[in-house]
């Protein structure tokens, strides 16, 4: 299966900050088959952004995602006081969809 | 607004069978292209997608809980439901049943997500 690593664990930003996530394959998922989703404490994830670049329904342009192959981004433009939570990404290349580990972004 | 809600026992006991189902609303689990499943996360494993179904009946399983995990559907009720044996500690979980995007591709990320039941597996 693939196995997706994120980095950093955690990020540690003020509100305004630009915040860059990644996000590792370990094979090449292509340029479609990569998702992101934001955790809020005590929610269930919600989908961000899905085909690497897409965004999801209601999703705000502040979020952007890139990448292809093995390597992808999450950026976050200006981060807002909601924008403070858990971020996983989640490959569907190919069975089993894998998840992964997560990165925290938290207020500085 | 498709809705999804889960229910189960919130303890079992190990060795037991988990059952858990997923009502849906605001909209139809016999819709074309959407396919339903579960996803699981703990703290020790994060997020893993256990299983998946389509109205068809054809169903999609994580092979390292294949032996031991059913998926099933009822149309008429709208819901769909998820049956594990012979659970461990390792089982504990939120777990959450899910819609898919809706290309028709049995591999398609997550969109819409029930808010999740605890599971505790604990004699």
């Known amino acids: 299966e693939i196995v997706l690593t994120q980095s950093p664990g955690t990020l540690s930003l003020s509100p305004g900050e630009r915040a860059t996530l990644s996000c590792r394959a370990s094979q090449s998922v292509g340029s479609r088959y990569l998702a992101w989703y934001q955790q809020r404490p005590g929610r269930a994830p919600r989908l961000l952004m899905y085909g690497s670049s897409t965004r999801a329904t209601g999703i705000p342009d502040r979020f952007s995602g890139s990448g292809s192959g093995t390597d992808f981004t999450l950026t976050i433009s200006s981060l807002e006081p909601e924008d403070f939570a858990v971020y996983f990404c989640l490959q569907y290349a190919s069975s089993p969809r894998t998840f992964g580990q997560g990165t925290k972004v938290d207020i500085k | 607004q498709v809705l999804l809600q889960e229910s189960g026992p919130g303890l079992v006991k190990p060795s037991e069978t988990l059952s858990l189902t997923c009502a849906v609303s605001?909209?139809?689990?016999?819709?074309?292209?959407?396919?339903w499943g579960w996803v699981r996360q703990s703290p020790g494993k994060g997020l893993e997608w256990i299983a998946s179904i389509y109205h068809s009946g054809n169903t999609y399983y994580n092979p390292s809980l294949k032996s031991r995990v059913t998926i099933s559907a009822d149309t008429s009720k709208n819901k769909f439901s998820l049956r594990m044996t012979s659970v461990t500690a390792a089982d504990t979980a939120m777990y959450y049943c899910?819609?898919?995007?809706?290309?028709?591709?049995?591999?398609?990320?997550?969109?819409?997500w029930g808010q999740g039941t605890k599971v505790t597996v604990s004699a």
């Open positions: 605001g909209g139809s689990i016999s819709s074309s292209g959407f396919y």
């Open positions: 899910t819609r898919d995007l809706g290309s028709g591709w049995s591999e398609e990320a997550f969109d819409v």
